[in-house]
């Protein structure tokens, strides 16, 4: 099979890279298609913590000798590159004379190397983050040319730059968990915690009640609003676990609408069939819009418009209820509302959030596909 060109070469492993999102995938399928699509024989990748302590993350094609006793050479005692990488002398893509690795594998096992003897190696990095090396090698090959290490620089580049972008992503989604935990804290405290204190204070007068209807009326107090505590509470509950998702995005809705007692109208246009992640994102936005729609509009009603094509999804969610001042919402979002935009700021969406004073209060959100 002919190997691609260079410029077709990095054009699919950048594909590749923008479309995968797990970190060790991610390396082992960009390993596999610089090794598939190139001149050398096999590949490894290091990362390399602050105290230059490396780990193995990725190999395609090791020989056996390198292999041996779950890659021992490779994962135990340190060499020139890992030094070197560590001393921030290393700095671009180099031949390596000679690797203590390889030279240690094949004084064990020098039947087993399949020609490897030296390998080239260069650093992982964005900007001014490094994160680990890539080394690959070809048998019989003791110095790669100047246009293999420009090959090698250039993967090495579209890697550090994905690698960066799964830590940032990985560091929003964290934020948006505390997030999440933190709003879900305050809702405990401010309607849950009232609640059930409502009750404490409302049972000790109880007891030293006399008259036969004040208990009466008493109780019946405690009894509304244990019930009001317990239906809160399944409602932070079903946040925390999206309840009738595996069904579809509209299912879904409509069952936690009949659990807030919101009456949800909808018209759909097109398929929705939307990846896991995304088709969560979005439940979620919609949810706390009907949320604000059951405490804050005066309304029990919401108009739910869907949409998607191959390029886009499209949602908007309208009630006409009180409403509020548009001009002053930048200032004044509730968590609710900013957990909206982060979501949608993570899916690389687009929110508008449109509102009037007792003419009801529309959201439109635009997620590309």
Same mark, same amino acid.
């Given at each position: 099979?002919?190997?691609?060109?260079? &410029?077709?070469?990095? !054009?699919?492993?950048? @594909?590749?890279?923008? %479309?995968?999102? /797990?970190?060790?995938?991610?390396?082992? +399928?960009?390993?596999?298609?610089?090794?598939?699509?190139?001149?050398?024989?096999?590949?490894?990748?290091?990362?390399?913590?602050?105290?230059?302590?490396?780990?193995?993350?990725?190999?395609?094609?090791?020989?056996?000798?390198?292999?041996?006793?779950?890659?021992?050479?490779?994962?135990?005692?340190?060499?020139?590159?890992?030094?070197?990488?560590?001393?921030?002398?290393?700095?671009?893509?180099?031949?390596?004379?000679?690797?203590?690795?390889?030279?240690?594998?094949?004084?064990?096992?020098?039947?087993?190397?399949?020609?490897?003897?030296?390998?080239?190696?260069?650093?992982?990095?964005?900007?001014?983050?490094?994160?680990?090396?890539?080394?690959?090698? &070809?048998?019989?090959? !003791?110095?790669?040319? @100047?246009?293999?290490? %420009?090959?090698? /620089?250039?993967?090495?580049?579209?890697? +550090?730059?994905?690698?960066?972008?799964?830590?940032?992503?990985?560091?929003?989604?964290?934020?948006?968990?505390?997030?999440?935990?933190?709003?879900?804290?305050?809702?405990?405290?401010?309607?849950?915690?009232?609640?059930?204190?409502?009750?404490?204070?409302?049972a000790h007068a109880a007891k030293g009640l006399n008259d036969q209807q004040a208990a009466k009326e008493a109780f019946q107090t405690i009894e509304d609003t244990s019930q009001s505590a317990v239906n809160e509470m399944r409602a932070l509950i079903w946040q925390l676990k999206p309840i009738g998702l595996e069904q579809g995005l509209i299912a879904a809705i409509k069952q936690y609408s009949q659990f807030i007692h919101v009456e949800p109208e909808f018209e759909v246009e097109g398929l929705i069939d939307l990846p896991n992640t995304m088709e969560e994102n979005i439940y979620r936005i919609i949810q706390e819009s009907l949320n604000n729609i059951n405490k804050h509009s005066g309304q029990k009603r919401a108009k739910i418009y869907l949409e998607q094509n191959k390029y886009e999804f499209k949602s908007r969610i309208i009630d006409e209820g009180r409403g509020f001042e548009n001009n002053k919402l930048e200032n004044n979002l509730s968590h609710g509302l900013k957990n909206m935009k982060q979501r949608v700021q993570f899916m690389k969406g687009h929110i508008d959030i449109n509102s009037e004073l007792n003419k009801g209060t529309e959201i439109i959100i635009s997620i590309p596909l």
């Open positions: 099979m002919e190997k691609p060109t260079r &410029t077709s070469l990095l !054009k699919e492993i950048a @594909e590749f890279l923008n %479309e995968e999102t /797990e970190m060790y995938s991610m390396m082992h +399928g960009a390993l596999k298609k610089l090794v598939s699509g190139s001149n050398f024989h096999t590949g490894w990748i290091f990362f390399i913590d602050e105290e230059g302590k490396h780990e193995l993350v990725a190999e395609e094609a090791l020989p056996p000798a390198l292999t041996h006793n779950k890659c021992q050479y490779m994962t135990e005692g340190t060499c020139w590159c890992v030094t070197a990488y560590q001393n921030k002398k290393l700095t671009k893509a180099s031949n390596i004379i000679s690797c203590s690795r390889i030279v240690k594998a094949t004084k064990e096992h020098h039947d087993k190397t399949d020609g490897i003897t030296h390998h080239a190696t260069v650093p992982l990095r964005s900007g001014n983050e490094q994160f680990g090396l890539l080394n690959i090698a &070809t048998p019989n090959m !003791k110095r790669y040319s @100047e246009e293999d290490l %420009e090959l090698l /620089e250039s993967v090495a580049f579209q890697i +550090g730059s994905a690698i960066k972008r799964i830590f940032l992503t990985d560091q929003e989604k964290e934020a948006a968990r505390i997030n999440e935990r933190n709003r879900l804290a305050r809702d405990l405290h401010d309607s849950v915690n009232q609640m059930l204190f409502s009750l404490k204070i409302t």
